[in-house]
């Protein structure tokens, strides 16, 4: 069994098919997927997917790309975090590549998820872009690595990968690493242990070759474990045993 262990089945994009998205999980032996929020305003949503289907789980978080919204509180993110579908706090991190100028209301967001996570134990699923070494002295600032968590979609450098691996965190691959020009994060992959790793898809973006371009979903993350597979050259059902054993232990997921 795989696991896909980051996806928006709550967008427009999967939503209204949702019966052939878990159609497509159950033929591609994908037995688990984690429904990632991105806003609290869409959290119901995320947890309506997660407590109405067995295979799906649910975070709650506010994604670095919303700067009109307003900052969540501690205590909004733990009361929403209390619930046993309810595996991890994120999507959150920086984001210094879409948005510019004074982003520390961003840094402030993210601290305040580090602390919700620590507060109920459950570990962070980190986005990070451009924005590599703000991101991980807040992680150690914070006590990120209490909790511990997975920097999702990774996609930067082999010394950002090491730092995060040395606060306690896993590194999650997405489709990108089939893409032509991925050589350098394919050599990330080579390099990442795979007690430490994850794979996701980030559906519906990101769909790995040979359905680059069109609407990604949680089956494809077979893909992401062959490309794993054949980087580190080692047979998938290695990568499909080791990865769902990672989230199982890290997202408490052994039920």
């Known amino acids: 069994m795989l696991v896909d262990s980051h996806c ?31 806003t609290l305003e869409d959290f119901p949503r995320v947890l309506a997917l997660a407590t109405g289907h067995p295979e799906l789980y649910a975070s709650v978080g506010v994604h670095p790309d919303y700067p009109d919204l307003p900052q969540v509180s501690i205590d909004d993110l733990v009361a929403r975090a209390n619930h046993p ?33 620590r507060s109920i134990g459950k570990p962070l699923i980190i986005h990070l872009r451009s924005s590599a070494a703000d991101a991980l002295q807040i992680m150690a600032e914070e006590g990120a690595g209490d909790v511990g968590g997975v920097m999702h979609c990774f996609t930067d450098t ?82 499909e045993q080791v990865t769902t054993n990672n989230f199982n232990l890290l997202f408490n997921a052994l039920g």
């Not at 089945?9 to 998205?21: K, R």
């Open 8 to 38: 928006h089945l709550d967008f427009p994009e999967l939503v209204g098919n949702l019966d052939e998205v878990l159609a497509g999980m159950r033929e591609n032996r994908v037995g688990r997927a984690v429904c990632v929020s991105v």
């Open 158 to 239: 082999w010394d950002t990968a090491r730092r995060a691996l040395d606060l306690g965190f896993h590194i999650s691959f997405s489709g990108i690493i089939t893409f032509k020009n991925a050589g350098d994060l394919r050599e990330i992959v080579r390099e990442v242990p795979l007690e430490r790793m994850l794979v996701e898809t980030d559906a519906p973006y990101l769909a790995p070759v040979p359905h680059r371009g069109k609407t990604n979903q949680p089956a494809f993350v077979r893909l992401v474990a062959e490309e794993v597979a054949r980087i580190k050259g080692i047979d998938c059902a290695e990568v």
């Open 85 to 117: 579908k309810v595996v991890a706090i994120g999507e959150t991190g920086l984001d210094y590549y879409r948005l510019t100028g004074d982003l520390a209301w961003q840094r402030e967001r993210f601290r305040t998820h580090i602390i919700a996570a």
